[in-house]
T-cell receptor, first 114, second 108 residues
Framework: DPKIIQKPKYLVAVTGSEKILICEQYLGHNAMYWYRQSAKKPLEFMFSYSYQKLMDNQTASSRFQPQSSKKNHLDLQITALKPDDSATYFC?????????????FGEGTRLSVL | GDQVEQSPSALSLHEGTGSALRCNFTTTMRAVQWFQQNSRGSLINLFYLASGTKENGRLKSTFNSKESYSTLHIRDAQLEDSGTYFCAARNNNNAPRFGAGTKLSVKP
């Protein structure tokens, strides 16, 4: 059974719309992350949260907003979608944000913006 | 600037041969992780090292924090080893940063 669940697996959106990418982990981890992988760029770190608090943010645009309603959830809300936002978005988690344990990755959400 | 530089960008091997992939870091990293991204796009965790060397089957990885590099050795390459290999490294309290990847093609 997958321990990090990302939903949906595939998502098609129109330009200008808003979508929420879901991530839940059942590992008891306290740190969660979002990464993006597009055709133009390698895997790119976006956000890290530890104990539901933002630790690091490398995303320039405020259109990307993480939402942590529960300790094991870190959803990603994207507003005013653009075609350049098309990418696979990976969620990951680790025990804490400062430990030496390997972060584990979800299967990703493949977003296409038309 | 880029903190994780990965080489080569692409590599072609015949079955049964081997090679090494390398990551150089422009700043001191305290741990490195190696992944294989398979044809379905899934990220498969291969190794996580804070120091030294780890081996698993036909794969071996070394992390030298002092000299700021890590290597992934593949021996006796098989067709299913094809994919893109990424290293990711972290320093202090930051989340892991990825290299650009090495695209490995294993041919019969």
């Amino acid at each position: 059974d997958p321990k990090i669940i990302q939903k949906p697996k595939y998502l098609v959106a129109v330009t200008g719309s808003e979508k929420i990418l879901i991530c839940e982990q059942y590992l008891g981890h306290n740190a969660m992350y979002w990464y993006r992988q597009s055709a133009k760029k390698p895997l790119e770190f976006m956000f890290s949260y530890s104990y539901q608090k933002l630790m690091d943010n490398q995303t320039a645009s405020s259109r990307f907003q993480p939402q942590s309603s529960k300790k094991n959830h870190l959803d990603l809300q994207i507003t005013a979608l653009k075609p350049d936002d098309s990418a696979t978005y990976f969620c990951a988690s680790s025990q804490t944000g400062t430990d030496n344990q390997a972060p584990l990755f979800g299967e990703g959400t493949r977003l296409s913006v038309l | 600037g880029d903190q994780v530089e990965q080489s080569p960008s692409a590599l072609s091997l015949h079955e049964g041969t081997g090679s090494a992939l390398r990551c150089n870091f422009t700043t001191t990293m305290r741990a490195v992780q190696w992944f294989q991204q398979n044809s379905r796009g899934s990220l498969i965790n291969l190794f996580y090292l804070a120091s030294g060397t780890k081996e698993n089957g036909r794969l071996k990885s070394t992390f030298n924090s002092k000299e700021s590099y890590s290597t992934l050795h593949i021996r006796d390459a098989q067709l299913e080893d094809s994919g893109t290999y990424f290293c990711a490294a972290r320093n202090n309290n930051n989340a892991p940063r990825f290299g650009a990847g090495t695209k490995l093609s294993v041919k019969p």
